[in-house]
């Protein structure tokens, strides 16, 4: 939804610390139910182990019995091998493009964004998750079935969230698919962060590293290590620049027009709940929720309303909450269930920001992160994973269901 109408407004392996660093106490409960486990040796070595606290609903109501899996809930859970199966017979039917505006009456331009395919219907928008990825400000690779988990991930949090911002969301007639209203975006991209951390060029530890100490307006203290939790959290604002983000201070933003002084505040205000409240939630189902970025709209009453995505993997970073003090301690990079491992693969084997063609990922590295997008949804959402029939193409099912909502719109 980031794309929602950029017509009105201007678009915009570094060594850990090896000293013991007094890490925050955190304290966190799980209640999602437990997946299996077997064991895999053969497979044991190939990503990082990652540990759960973990709570059946069964034994949430027997004294809070607390069982902990030392993560081959991650890689060799039975849940894990129940969707494998699915998630490489997707390998070939990965939705990497779709073209509506050709096979839907009523669409009348496309707009191909990072991950999304924007299409005008008029009083509408409607916004196609791919399963492309992202990262490093171009696309990396196909992952099966990350375009419905993102959407369907978004969506939860669209709704969990109604209570702190509207949002642009009329519907969702398809896994992939989200209506919206029509809304000028703003140009900047509100960036909240918890953790000193990241690999990115705008990462909050790559600019920290490199002896800055104030970042978006934001007074750094000395003596950060790297995956160390901040005092507070920090809100470091981005814009748009010949495609790569531009980190921004708040006053920027309002010198260069691209918000308001009133506009900024109120949607910093926003952000900074979001992501308080996305913590929490996160952290009842045994995760860290490390950083996100938000994107908002004004809509034509100028009412602010929250856009794109909302907590997914794509858009934040999240830790497993069990394992990170004694990871942070012994300076193991944490236990991590998004995008960021395969941000590290690309920058161990090539310059992912230079280089003009790109190595291509291995399938079992895809097949893994397709895994662990679907997991995070699972476990945020305490809801199982829908796999889709594969007896309709995916173009002709959104198609399809895209010209029926679209039809039934007119109507209302």
């Known amino acids: 939804m980031a794309e929602c109408m950029r017509t009105t407004l201007n678009p915009p392996k570094t060594p850990l610390h090896s000293n013991k660093i007094s890490a925050p106490k955190l304290s966190f409960s799980s209640s999602f139910s437990s997946f299996g486990t077997k064991p895999n040796s053969s497979n044991s070595n190939n990503y990082p182990r990652i540990s759960l606290s973990v709570m059946s609903n069964k034994n949430q109501n027997q004294n809070h019995h607390q069982q902990h899996l030392s993560l081959d809930a991650l890689i060799s859970s039975n849940r894990k091998a129940e969707l494998l199966g699915d998630i490489k017979g ?3 039917n990965r939705l990497s493009e779709t073209n509506l505006h050709l096979t839907v009456p009523g669409l009348k331009s ?17 916004l196609v998750t791919t399963d492309r ?4 400000d171009r696309i990396l690779a196909s992952i099966p079935f990350k375009g419905q988990v993102l959407n369907e991930t978004s969506l939860w949090w669209f709704d969990q969230t109604k209570h702190i911002t509207p ?3 009329i519907s969702s007639p398809d896994k992939n698919v989200t209506i919206a209203k029509k809304c000028s975006v703003i140009p900047v991209e509100f960036v909240v962060r918890g953790f000193v951390t990241g690999s990115t060029d705008t990462s909050l530890w790559t600019v920290y590293n490199k002896g800055i100490r104030n970042y978006c307006g934001n007074a750094l203290p000395d003596g950060l290590v790297k995956n160390q939790k901040l005092p507070a959290n920090i809100l470091t ?30 949607a910093s205000r926003k952000a900074l709940r979001l992501f308080e409240y996305g913590q929490r939630v996160a952290s009842e189902h045994g995760l860290i929720l490390v950083d996100t970025k938000y994107e908002f709209g004004k809509s034509s009453d100028d009412s602010i309303l929250l856009i794109d995505e909302v907590h997914t993997p794509d858009s934040s970073r999240y830790w497993i909450a069990h394992s990170y003090e004694e990871r942070f301690q012994s300076g193991i990079e944490p236990e991590n269930v998004d995008k960021e491992f395969l941000r590290l693969w690309f920058k161990d084997h090539c310059n992912p920001y230079e280089d003009e063609v790109l190595p291509d990922a291995p399938e079992e590295l895809i097949c893994e992160l397709a895994w662990r997008y679907i997991f995070l949804y699972e476990a945020i959402t305490k809801s199982r994973f ?5 007896k309709e193409p995916i173009h002709d099912r959104i198609s399809r269901n895209v010209l029926s909502a679209l039809s039934a719109l007119q109507y209302q």
């Not at 990825?133 to 490093?136: G, L, N, R, V």
């Not at 006053?251 to 109120?266: P, Q, R, S, W």
């Not at 829908?386 to 594969?390: A, E, G, R, Y």
């Open 167 to 169: 949002n642009a969301v």
């Open 90 to 92: 997707m390998l070939s």
């Open 133 to 136: 990825q992202s990262a490093f």
């Open 386 to 390: 829908d796999v889709p029939s594969t």
């Open 237 to 266: 604002p981005t814009t748009k620049a010949e495609d790569h983000d531009v980190p921004v201070t708040p006053d920027e933003i309002v010198k260069l027009g691209l918000m308001t002084e009133a506009e900024f505040d109120e």
């Open 110 to 126: 496309k707009t191909r964004g990072k991950v999304r395919d924007i299409y005008d219907g008029g009083d509408y928008l409607v």
